[in-house]
């Protein structure tokens, strides 16, 4: 008996721990990615961000700024159209030989320009949004400042149960723990293209059930009335 006893524990501690296994398995592939930094590049159809900082000089030579600070979008080609230097192939640089490409070719316009450059996303913002709409962020922006971009949670929005769909498919529910704790786009898996969702919170609550009552209590009393006629 005993030596069944003991083959039947093993056989359960055998199950329990395949069990924990497979749970850590799957949270790991579906947590989000930390200490891990996401490829800076250039996509057809995405954008990117150009800052350019340029100097003063001292005295009568002090140089002329040129606004030429926003958010280009990259055609279907993988250039972008920049003032006064034109297409640029963007497709095969890095951030760095990118920034060095156009400082080189606004430096002809500029006096030691500062050239920073910064991939951009897509993502839709759908449903009870106040500014639904197709907004461009950095892939490490924090979800919190895509929803802030998009104008906020609307007054009967349900942030418990927004999500991210991909193709037609959910790929990310649960978002509102990574909305508190201001995780990246990257660290909860959204990709250019993404279109997340914020549900309408259900109107039905307490009064509607009062209320449905009320009229069905209503029905069977005038049921009663006319069987009695």
């Known amino acids: 008996m005993s ?19 497979v749970a850590a398995l799957a949270w790991s592939s579906s947590a989000p ?21 340029q100097p003063y000089q001292v005295g009568d030579q002090k ?3 040129l606004d ?7 055609d279907s080609r993988g250039y972008v159209f920049f003032p006064l230097i034109g297409d640029v ?6 951030v760095r030989t990118l920034s060095e490409e156009l400082k080189e070719k606004f430096s002809a316009y500029i006096q030691d320009p500062v050239v920073i450059v910064e991939p951009l996303i897509r993502v839709a913002m759908l449903g009870a949004f106040r500014r639904p709409g197709t907004y461009l962020v950095p892939p490490d922006a924090s979800l919190w400042q895509l929803v802030d ?3 906020g949670p609307g007054d009967n929005s349900n942030l418990k149960k927004m999500y991210v769909e991909r193709g037609g498919k959910i790929v990310k529910e649960n978002l509102l723990g990574g909305f508190e704790r201001a995780f990246t786009l990257y660290e909860l ?11 309408v919170r259900s109107q039905f609550g307490m009064r509607q059930a009062f209320e449905i009552l009320r009229f069905t209590l209503s029905l069977l ?3 009663f009335v006319i069987t009695k006629i």
């Open 3 to 21: 030596k069944n006893f003991n083959q039947g524990w093993l056989s359960v501690s055998i199950r329990i721990l395949l069990g924990t296994m």
């Open 33 to 53: 990615v930390f200490g891990q930094s996401y490829s800076k590049r250039f996509n057809k159809g995405d954008a990117l961000r150009l800052t350019i900082w």
């Open 63 to 65: 140089s002329k700024t």
């Open 68 to 74: 030429m600070n926003g958010d280009y979008l990259i």
């Open 89 to 94: 192939n963007v497709l095969s640089h890095s």
């Open 149 to 151: 971009l998009a104008g």
């Open 189 to 199: 898996g959204v990709r250019s293209g993404d279109q997340l969702l914020l549900p």
């Open 221 to 223: 009393s005038l049921y």
